[in-house]
């Protein structure tokens, strides 16, 4: 089976492009790199990661919502709990609204909006989670162990299909 190598971007249709342009710049730290009009491209300049910023013209002036089908959220990797705490004041800085850091087995979220009410998320994963993405960009993991970590984890009644010990 072919395979890809990772996540290049990710594209949101917006309703003022200059609006998500300056958050996108000025919350996440992007850079405007490409105005085609209708659309920007925003990079990372640590990562590569693109984000294209579209206004499709007659489009809604709506707020998103996850409870349409489609995108539910956009989960972004931060490297500690640490970090989020510095995310966590940045956005309060800039009077963005967010949630409280939440603690899970997996990891630590920090969740907030874009100005068209796109959730974002913050994750930085536990250690066991590092562990188990580690192995798999490492090789082959057979399905089964890789359920069964979950399973060692998060408990059976989460795995898919499983009849997992």
């Given at each position: ?46 990562s590569g990661f693109s ?111 499983a009849d997992v010990g």
């Amino acid at each position: 089976m072919p395979t890809f190598a990772g996540v290049n971007h990710f594209a949101l249709s917006v309703t003022d492009l200059d609006r998500s342009t300056r958050f996108y710049t000025e919350v996440l730290g992007l850079v405007a790199v490409l105005d085609f009009g209708y659309g920007r491209v925003c990079l990372d300049r640590r990562s590569g990661f693109s984000v294209g910023l579209v206004h499709h013209p007659g489009s809604t002036l709506e707020p998103f919502s996850e409870l349409n089908p489609g995108l539910d959220h956009l989960g972004l990797t931060a490297e500690s709990r640490d970090e989020l705490v510095s995310w966590q004041e940045r956005l309060e800085a800039l009077g963005v609204p967010h949630s409280p850091i939440q603690d899970t087995e997996l990891g630590h979220h920090l969740n907030f909006r874009d100005p068209d009410g796109i959730a974002l998320e913050l994750q930085a994963p536990r250690e066991v989670y590092r562990q188990i993405v580690a192995q798999l960009r490492g090789g082959q993991v057979p399905d089964e162990v890789l359920l069964a970590q979950a399973a060692q984890i998060l408990g059976a009644q989460l795995v898919v299909g499983a009849d997992v010990g």
